[in-house]
């Protein structure tokens, strides 16, 4: 089926931050996911999440004997003294400003102190021009800054890498790979991310499983998908494509999936909203314009990229009298607890989430690494290189030019609704902050770190 298209194109680049996570490669969608994320059985609510084994930056790790003492270079280690080295001076450069870049700021904000760093905040571009991006960062560069933390636009990686290389500088990047090749080519540096097949998967695999939960009787032809991502995001596509090779894996008399995006399986839509203007709206508009046009469909499931694509679908199937027979998730969150705060309920009611206290943590760990000379981008999370996407340089006839060991650590998600994620986000305090601290969050405390795991397990495709 044709991708439903919206009027105007525009690049918002608030809209990529969240989704330019990282792939761990062309896992099978039938494999098991190595993480918490793996779909829970979800009842009416939308389930919830068993718990994992620990182990976290939180945690009373005990230091690895000989060497640095440090228990695991690229996480924080609350037994290392980290006042044997000087404070580093860092700041944190981003193309804008927006929520998710301001909940990233807190959070290493938050881990700064704990390592010693002398955090100075948030630089963004006032008009997120990449131009003023480099010069902006050029200007940090030539300042007395000992490491920066990087969020810009993924297309001139390449740029930024010539800048840093020249000035010496430590760093790492933020949201999203640092590749070549305007974002497609080869690695550039270490990051830190999840893989976008295997979210796809989980988040088809959830929506699937709230169908058989609630409307077991409603025959599969009677099923509709809504896939709405961003056409401008590989990785966003990617992750849209594991949720058509779910689709299709479960229900193979529905067709074959196809990466062209132009050929879908039966009863499987993508609104593609960077043929619009990637907002809520375009969401919401799209996703009427899908569900109006295919009136014979009962029960919709909505695999969203980002929060507020979320908001827009659970808008229009609100609007037309369908929240209670259909199923929005998305990967992020962020927005889902202050909408489950509100009372609020609607179409969207779980999310495949990470706390920024989490995702920053190996980001300015691996920094202070550099910066401490106790690691280098070549040499950090040697578990984490994978043997066909590590950094390697080719020339035209594929012979090796340039060969690099860069990592692609992946970090667990959770599933959180109505029942969890209360708990959840006390965990990650907990897990953050300590018992004895005060966290992000303000709901009934929790003291047991073993509910959840802030590690994620190598999948077997990273070695040859």
């Not at 009842?43 to 999440?49: F, I, K, V």
């Not at 640095?68 to 080295?85: K, L, R, T, V």
């Not at 369908?322 to 929005?328: F, G, M, Q, R, Y």
């Not at 006390?426 to 770190?449: I, K, Q, R």
């Amino acid at each position: 089926m044709k991708r439903i298209l919206a009027v105007t194109l525009a690049v918002i680049m608030a809209a990529l931050l969240f989704a330019a996570c990282q792939d761990g490669g062309q896992s099978s969608p039938s494999g098991s996911p190595s993480s918490g994320g793996e779909s829970p059985s979800p009842s009416a609510s939308g389930g919830g999440q068993e718990p994992a084994p620990p182990a976290g930056g939180g945690e009373d790790n005990t230091p690895a004997a000989g060497g640095s003492g440090y228990a695991e270079i690229g996480f924080f280690d609350p037994n290392y003294d980290y006042s044997q080295h000087k404070t580093f001076k860092v700041a944190y450069v981003s193309n804008s400003n927006d929520f998710l870049t301001l909940e990233f700021d807190a959070a290493y904000k938050d881990w700064a102190p704990r390592m010693n760093i002398n955090y100075t905040g948030l630089w963004a571009s006032t008009s997120g021009n990449n131009d003023e991006y480099l010069s902006g960062l050029q200007l940090h560069c030539e300042q007395d800054y000992d490491g920066l933390l990087l969020q810009p636009d993924l297309s001139i990686y390449s740029r930024i890498v010539e800048i840093l290389d020249d000035a010496g500088m430590p760093w790492i990047s933020g949201i999203g790979q640092a590749r070549a090749d305007n974002g497609a080519g080869a690695l550039l540096h270490p990051s830190v991310g999840f893989s976008d097949l295997d979210v796809g998967y989980k988040l088809m695999q959830y929506c699937l499983d709230w169908k058989d939960a609630n409307y077991p009787d409603v025959s599969w032809d009677k099923v509709g998908v809504i896939a709405i991502d961003m056409g401008v995001s590989v990785e966003i596509m990617r992750r849209t494509f594991g949720t058509e090779l779910k689709w299709v894996e479960k229900h193979p008399e529905m067709g074959e999936a196809n990466e062209s995006r132009e050929i879908n399986p039966k009863n499987y839509w993508i609104c593609d909203t960077a043929m619009g203007t990637f907002d809520q709206v375009t969401a919401q508009n799209m996703t009427t314009q899908v569900v109006t046009g295919n009136p014979g469909i009962e029960v919709w499931l909505v695999p969203a990229a980002v929060d507020f694509y979320a908001m827009g679908a659970a808008q229009a199937l609100e609007n037309l009298g369908l929240a209670e027979k259909s199923e929005i998730v998305c990967n992020g969150g962020s927005q889902l607890p202050l909408q489950l705060d509100s009372g609020k309920e609607t179409a969207w009611r779980s999310a495949l989430f990470t706390p920024q206290t989490m995702y920053s943590e190996p980001m300015i760990a691996q920094l202070w690494a550099f910066m401490a000379g106790l690691a280098t981008a070549e040499t950090i999370y040697p578990e984490w290189i994978k043997w066909d996407d590590k950094g390697d340089v080719f020339d035209d006839a594929g012979n090796l030019v340039e060969e690099h060991n860069y990592a692609q650590v992946l970090i667990p998600s959770f599933w959180i609704d109505k029942d969890n994620y209360k708990s959840y986000l006390e965990w990650t305090d907990l897990y953050g902050y300590g018992s004895e601290v005060e966290g992000h969050y303000s709901y009934e405390p929790v003291t047991d770190l073993s509910l959840y795991t802030a590690r994620e397990t190598v999948p077997p495709e990273y070695k040859k």
